[in-house]
């Protein structure tokens, strides 16, 4: 060995496959396992069979009465898959954010999607007619990255600071036209159901919302994680990005574009639900690195575990009482971001 000093071995990464299958059966227990927590005794191996039953047409769980198979197939399980689809949506959309806008501290909700989203939710909510919520929040949604695009690109090239500041500029004029909506026209009830909205809530979670979510995750979900080369290259900057083959105007107003999308149709069926897709990539990142093609699908089945605990904890911790469930993501979330924020400034200043 020649004399002097030694660099030491950067540790070798996990494998991206045994991270993903952790991912995958942690993620099936943990569905199996929540879907069994409340007040109605259902064993694990009831659920599967009674899954079992609906789709196949095969004989149902022994001793499933028909009340036990509702609460199983018709409320807890929509309930839990939505908070799975919601989860690893967000996730998934906030890595793709942060790092498109080479910004950590981005999330979904960074174009004033929520706010757009909010504005349109809480406006049919006063008028009586609930059952367009979903309809009027996604085009809140879309209305709103309309405005925040619109506003950036009217201001010269779109680059990631213009974007960020025109969708603040866009998140709160909408939240301001939904504070004047509530204040003008929200009167009884109805002030408790856009509160329960607001702050994030799968109370009312169907098949149909498991539909919506789950289908803007497959469909949108998989172009994002197929873009995880093209974020590795933005990683450098816009003119690296560009150096290497990327048309960056096209491609950054494509991938909000699908952000956009795809965070309009979770939000309408979840309402607002803070953190998941701030906190989670952060999390990831430190098991799995920062690679967006391990990055991206690890955030995803990440997001989805953590969403069906803190929803579980949501209408379990305080039963019969229901919290939304923003409140436990918000819980959690904040301490959590707190913690890397430390961790970061203690690295930091072991480099320095």
């Not at 399980?77 to 906030?94: D, K």
């Not at 790092?99 to 008028?127: E, I, K, M, Q, W």
């Not at 690109?153 to 969708?167: N, Q």
Request: charged share 10%; no cysteine.
């Amino acid at each position: 060995m020649t004399g002097g000093s030694s660099v030491p071995a950067a540790p070798r990464a996990v494998p991206a496959g045994l991270l993903a299958g952790i991912g995958v059966v942690a993620l099936a227990l943990s569905v199996t396992v929540a879907v069994t927590i409340g007040p109605a005794d259902i064993a694990v191996t009831d659920v599967w069979r009674t899954a079992w039953h609906h789709v196949t047409g095969a004989p149902g769980a022994p001793g499933m009465d028909a009340l036990r198979d509702g609460i199983v197939w018709q409320l807890r399980f929509p309930r839990v898959l939505t908070a799975a689809a919601v989860g690893a949506g967000l996730a998934l959309a906030g890595a793709v954010m942060q790092g498109l806008t080479r910004n950590p501290l981005a999330d979904p909700y960074l174009l004033g999607l929520s706010g757009g989203a909010s504005l349109g939710a809480v406006a049919v909510l006063v008028l009586g007619a609930a059952v367009l919520l979903p309809v009027a929040a996604f085009a809140g949604a879309v209305l709103a990255l309309a405005a925040a695009l619109g506003l950036a690109g009217s201001l010269g090239r779109i680059t990631p600071a213009r974007t960020i500041l025109a969708g603040l500029a866009v998140g709160h004029l909408a939240a301001a036209g939904t504070s004047f909506v509530i204040f003008w026209s929200a009167t009884g009830d109805s002030y408790r159901e856009i509160l329960a909205w607001l702050m994030g809530s799968l109370a009312g979670a169907t098949w149909g919302s498991v539909a919506i979510a789950g289908g803007a995750l497959v469909a949108l979900g998989t172009l994002l994680t197929l873009s995880g080369r093209t974020l590795d290259a933005f990683a450098f900057g816009d003119t690296a990005a560009s150096a290497l083959g990327v048309e960056v105007d096209r491609t950054r107003w494509a991938l909000l574009t699908v952000v956009a999308l795809l965070t309009g149709a979770l939000v309408a069926v979840s309402g607002s639900i803070g953190f998941v897709g701030l906190i989670l990539p952060h999390a990831v990142r430190l098991v799995a690195g920062a690679a967006h093609r391990r990055l991206l699908p690890l955030s995803a089945l990440a997001g989805a575990t953590f969403l069906v605990w803190a929803d579980t904890a949501a209408r379990t911790l305080f039963e019969p009482r229901e919290l939304p469930v923003g409140i436990v993501t918000a819980f959690l979330g904040a301490p959590a971001f707190a913690l890397l924020l430390w961790r970061h400034r203690s690295r930091a200043g072991a480099l320095g």
